[in-house]
């Protein structure tokens, strides 16, 4: 399969606990984007990553929310002390680089995340 | 806030029949629309996109149109088909020199093709 990978596609935690949600992208991606859905809303931007740097967290909340992409392994974003709100579909997008024309974003099938 | 607005959470169709989505942008600097079709429990997958130079793209039975002076893009679909059911969101990027990649997402329209 060569679209955009993400796991665990379910994930429950306990409101403190930490959240960790896994993205690889398609190969020869090399830029990643995080996208949270709420119930009965659109995707809203999180934040956009290439290897090793953050190019835009406007949409991150400023704390407890962080997120990389190592130069190897896959890209991951962190909840840390999780609360309640943080229930939501979690997507992960990736985009060759955008070169000369505008390339569409290729999204995974989401992290589903539940708190209790 | 919302720059991209779909003002119709819901459509339904004869199969066989057009299905038009309609969709609104409030930013002029916008320069590169596009179209997602989303299934239950499934990520969106990309249909179609327009640059904001062009009016027109068409693939298959997917056209999007886009009138910038309206702010406003369509989406045809025809014949539909019932595998044509599901969440359609129409998503809107800043431009390039932005340097950010982020798209913004219309709340989405619920299209049910009826056989």
């Known amino acids: 399969n060569a679209g955009v990978m993400q796991n665990p596609r379910h994930l429950v935690r306990r409101r403190g606990q930490e959240a960790r949600l896994r993205c690889s992208p398609m190969?020869?991606?090399?830029?990643v984007y995080w996208y949270r859905q709420l119930p009965e809303e659109g995707l809203k931007f999180m934040v956009y990553l290439q290897k090793e740097n953050i190019i835009d967290e406007s949409g991150m909340p400023k704390e407890r929310f962080s997120a990389e992409f190592p130069k190897e392994g896959p890209s991951i974003l962190r909840i840390q002390q999780v609360v309640r709100g943080d229930s939501a579909a979690y997507f992960c997008a990736s985009s060759p680089p955008r070169g000369r024309g505008n390339q569409p974003q290729h999204f995974g099938d989401g992290t589903r995340l539940s708190i209790l | 806030d919302q720059q991209v607005k779909q003002n119709s959470p819901s459509l339904s169709v004869q199969e066989g029949r057009i299905s038009i989505l309609n969709c609104d942008y409030t930013?002029?600097?916008?320069?590169?629309f596009l179209w997602y079709k989303k299934y239950p429990a499934e990520g969106p997958t990309f249909l179609i996109s327009i640059s904001s130079i062009k009016d027109k793209n068409e693939d298959g039975r997917f056209t999007v149109f886009l009138n910038k002076s309206a702010k406003h893009l369509s989406l045809h679909i025809v014949p539909s088909q019932p595998g044509d059911s599901a969440v359609y969101f129409c998503a809107a990027s800043p431009p390039r020199s932005s340097n950010t990649g982020k798209l913004i997402f219309g709340q989405g329209t619920t299209l049910q093709v009826k056989p």
């Open positions: 930013n002029s600097m916008f320069d590169y």
């Open positions: 190969k020869g991606h090399s830029h």
